[in-house]
């Protein structure tokens, strides 16, 4: 006999699926509800980040008004922060479709409850990242030349180019992002549809395009998920590949690496699991959904991060290694500045809250601990933004000519205030997403309700 | 299942069942009968019922996702070669089109036009966007409720109204 058979209820407990639901309109119920009367915390919170996104737009204009000398982008270090935000952001976008997609192939019953919300978070953020190029440019008036169409003289942008790839890449990840949580939230949209009436039933009818939910409906629909799931399984690791390829196809110190790849995508992932923890902690608690997020869910995160973590060591030892046994000059000084030089303490940082912060997640009592696992998301995405700045920053404040050292010393208020906006504007449209759309998914949250606990 | 052209002019048994277990017994018990089940009605997906009726796993929008796919690879390769093309920037007497590179844009567009299409497939088949739901459409049936939906002509549908409630039907309907 197996744990399973000998245990049904201790495992349902320990797969960490939905508890205390005892009927299908129980679903409808929880979930529902939260869209009604999110409370006055709530809102106060959307205050806020509306605030942090009216920081973010002002000084965004200003730098328009007056240049892009506004930040203190200067050479040799022309990407810093924005571009640190455009790949920490990329990087955030990755772990919705991992969950959702790949936990979706493996049939992991612990995606059911985390799914939808991370999904959401994937979107907010690659809309976010799209918006660093944009920022960075400066005269964002004419953005549409990156656009593939060819020029008057009918030159067209060069798609042997990284940055041309990871503009395809980006925007190929947006659209089927959107299009994988859209069409996923189909059904529970036509079940709002269902339970409101007036307005708000027309809007979410609309919305729902006419979903009935026979069989032919579910069989359809089932091969497009299906579908959807195994085709942005390898977009997601595609996607932070080609980001690291802007850095690996240039000839820099530290950049030109073939590691850089599967680096990146662990790296995503690692920071996508953290910002997954730091936004479903706080969500359990407004909302009460500690029967559907339970901690075994979060728990399984946290056993994620622990292996993306050490992947991310690894990486990181990996590097240094080469840069000594590769023989290559340029590379090992690079590798020892990032360890002594200027961002030194960003790069120690770095270390401690990537590797050795989620090494306390291998305890029991730390995975089961809200505040904890709360507490080492916020230091795991910390660390990786200052990951992203040591990489970006730090090999082009030393390339191979002394003649052309320089560092990008800090911020500057325009930076910092883009930065604020680009937080704010993520937590104010996951708020917004709270408020008017279902953050589990209510048609499989009803489909793993054992039928055993079906009452009536 | 029957053409809609033939399902407008007939009427329909809709039965209503509260849980699984009891929907897929009638499913069952009607097919055992060669009672035609036009639709089956769930607030969720369920094996069980696909099962029951015998459906494949699949449905044939897998054919949009394949075609989606190939039309991604062929936009792909096409437009990385042909925009190399207009520029002739020969250096080294290297050939203009490089292969190494359209690799990325293929794969890109591949997956682009194979998501495409698999949803322009579903909503396809589905006939979706629809702005009426069908007559048998019941509100409930997205929440707790199962349905099970049989054309019938004037000489069977008393009898399959009598079939649904031996077969543990909570509520049935005649709808013309």
Redesign the interface.
């Known amino acids: 006999m197996t744990f399973v058979e000998s245990n049904p209820r201790t495992y349902l407990m320990e797969s960490g699926q939905p508890q205390g639901l005892t009927?299908?309109?129980d679903a409808?119920m929880q979930i529902i509800r939260t869209m009604w009367h999110p409370g006055t915390f709530y809102w106060f919170c959307v205050a806020m980040t509306g605030l942090g996104v009216a920081v973010g737009a002002i000084a965004w204009g200003y730098q328009i008004a007056t240049g892009i000398g506004a930040a203190n982008v200067m050479h040799p270090v022309m990407w810093a922060s924005y571009l640190t935000n455009f790949v920490f952001w990329v990087g955030i976008a990755h772990s919705g479709t991992l969950i959702s997609a790949i936990l979706f192939l493996f049939r992991a019953s612990w995606r059911t409850s985390v799914s939808r919300a991370s999904e959401a978070m994937t979107i907010f953020a690659v809309m976010i990242a799209g918006l660093f190029p944009l920022i960075h440019l400066g005269r964002v008036w004419i953005v549409y030349w990156i656009l593939?169409y060819?020029n008057q003289r009918?030159?067209?942008?060069?798609?042997?180019s990284p940055l041309v790839?990871d503009v395809?890449?980006i925007s190929?990840y947006l659209?089927?992002s959107f299009?994988?949580w859209y069409?996923g939230m189909i059904?529970d949209l036509?079940?709002i549809?269902?339970?409101t009436t007036g307005m708000k039933s027309r809007i979410y009818g609309f919305l729902a395009?006419?979903?009935?939910?026979?069989?032919?409906?579910?069989?359809?629909?089932?091969?497009?998920y299906?579908?959807?799931a195994a085709?942005?399984t390898?977009?997601v690791i595609?996607v932070h590949s080609?980001v690291s390829w802007d850095f690996a196809l240039g000839i820099s110190p530290g950049w030109h690496s073939t590691i850089f790849a599967p680096y990146f995508v662990a790296g995503a992932i690692h920071s996508g699991l953290a910002m997954v923890l730091v936004l479903l902690i706080p969500l359990r608690k407004i909302y009460k959904f500690e029967n559907l997020l339970t901690i075994n869910v979060l728990e399984q995160i946290a056993r994620t991060i622990i292996l993306t973590g050490l992947i991310v060591g690894y990486s990181y030892a990996v590097e240094h290694f080469m840069s000594v046994y590769s023989g290559n000059e340029p590379e090992r000084f690079q590798y020892e500045w990032r360890m002594t030089g200027y961002y030194s303490w960003l790069y120690w940082i770095m270390v401690v809250c990537n590797v050795f912060v989620p090494i306390a997640l291998f305890f029991k009592k730390v995975r089961t601990n809200l505040k904890a696992l709360f507490s080492i998301g916020i230091l795991v995405l910390i660390g990786m933004w200052f990951e992203r700045l040591v990489i970006i920053a730090g090999s082009q404040a030393r390339e191979y000519d002394p003649y052309s050292w320089g560092v990008y010393k800090y911020p500057s208020i325009v930076e910092w205030g883009i930065l604020i906006g680009s937080f704010s504007l993520f937590f104010f449209l996951f708020l917004l997403f709270a408020k008017f759309l279902p953050t589990i998914s209510i048609?499989?949250l009803?489909?793993a309700i054992p039928?055993e606990e079906?009452k009536? | 299942?029957r053409g809609a052209a033939f399902m407008a002019n007939q009427t329909a048994v809709v039965g209503t069942f509260?849980?699984?277990?009891e929907v897929v017994k009638a499913i069952r018990r009607l097919k055992a009968e060669n009672i035609p089940i036009d639709?089956?009605?769930?607030?969720?997906?369920?094996s069980e019922?696909?099962e029951a009726?015998g459906?494949p796993?699949?449905?044939?929008?897998?054919f949009f996702?394949l075609f989606g796919a190939i039309a991604g690879i062929a936009t792909g390769i096409f437009?990385?070669a042909y925009?190399?093309a207009?520029?002739r920037f020969i250096v080294g007497g290297k050939y203009p089109i490089?292969y190494v590179?359209?690799v990325?844009?293929a794969?890109?567009?591949l997956?682009?036009l194979?998501?495409?299409f698999?949803?322009g497939?579903?909503?396809w088949?589905?006939?979706?966007?629809?702005?009426?739901?069908?007559k048998h459409?019941d509100?409930?049936?997205?929440?707790?409720l199962f349905g099970i939906?049989v054309y019938c002509s004037a000489s069977d549908c008393d009898s399959i109204y009598a079939r649904m409630e031996q077969f543990g039907a909570r509520e049935v309907r005649r709808i013309e």
């Open positions: 009927s299908y309109a409808d593939p060819p009918n030159l067209w942008p060069n798609f042997q790839f395809i890449a190929t659209t089927v299009l994988f069409t059904p036509a079940t549809r269902d339970r395009l006419g979903w009935e939910g026979s069989n032919d409906y579910w069989r359809h629909y089932g091969t497009a299906l579908f959807f085709l942005a390898p977009l595609s080609v048609t499989e009803k489909e039928p079906i009536g | 299942m509260g849980n699984m277990e639709s089956v009605y769930s607030p969720f997906r369920s019922i696909r009726l459906e796993s699949l449905g044939p929008g897998r996702t437009l990385a925009t190399a207009q520029w490089p590179p359209t990325i844009p794969f890109e567009f997956i682009l194979a998501v495409f698999s949803l497939g579903m909503l088949m589905n006939k979706m966007p629809k702005r009426q739901l069908s459409y509100k409930r049936f997205s929440q707790d939906v």
